[in-house]
């Protein structure tokens, strides 16, 4: 077994870092800063077959409607993140844990640095909640003070 697995066998992925932040500087800074951690095929892993279809098929018809906010040049053939979360039963949200390969932020040791990510479903009509931090938290993520 390599470096990059776990105990159970399972490979460490490896996610794109954030361009701007070269691994000096993110390791500098304790962080491990990457491009996107959830792929939209892992978050639709608990819709049934009816709901996958409703949210590509919703997607496809968003893509058509205003092809040009998409880079992509030809029709979709997964669905969307927002779609998938529309199908969403509304009392479900998703868990989703990632194991991530310490090489690629050049973090020390051989365990993978653990990723998560959760995907709420869309409920219409929900709250709106706001958050707030106190400065602590504030200085962690952004430096200096609040």
């Given at each position: ?5 776990l105990?159970t066998?399972v490979?460490?992925?490896e996610?794109?870092l954030?361009?701007n ?9 304790g962080?491990?800063?990457?491009r ?7 978050e639709?892993?608990d819709?049934d077959?009816?709901a ?9 018809r968003e893509?058509?409607e205003d092809?040009?906010?998409s880079?992509?040049r030809?029709?979709?053939d ?6 998938i ?11 989703l844990l990632?194991p991530?390969s310490p090489q690629v932020?050049?973090v020390?040791?051989?365990?993978p ?5 959760i995907?709420?479903?869309?409920r219409?009509?929900?709250?709106t909640?706001t958050?707030?931090?106190?400065n ?5 993520e952004y430096?200096?003070?609040?």
């Open positions: 077994m390599s470096t990059d697995q105990a066998g490979g460490a992925l996610r794109e954030l361009p932040l070269r691994v000096p500087e993110q390791v500098q800074e962080r491990y800063v990457i996107r951690l959830l792929a939209p095929r892992d639709a892993i819709l077959l009816p996958y279809g409703a949210a590509l098929q919703q997607t496809i893509w058509h092809p040009g906010r880079r992509r030809e029709e979709p997964t669905p969307s993140g927002p779609n979360r529309r199908q969403r039963d509304p009392n479900n949200g998703l868990l990632y991530l932020g050049d020390e040791g051989e365990l640095v653990i990723g998560f990510g995907s709420f479903p869309t219409s009509g929900a709250r909640v958050y707030k931090v106190n602590i938290y504030w200085s962690q430096g200096g003070d609040s």
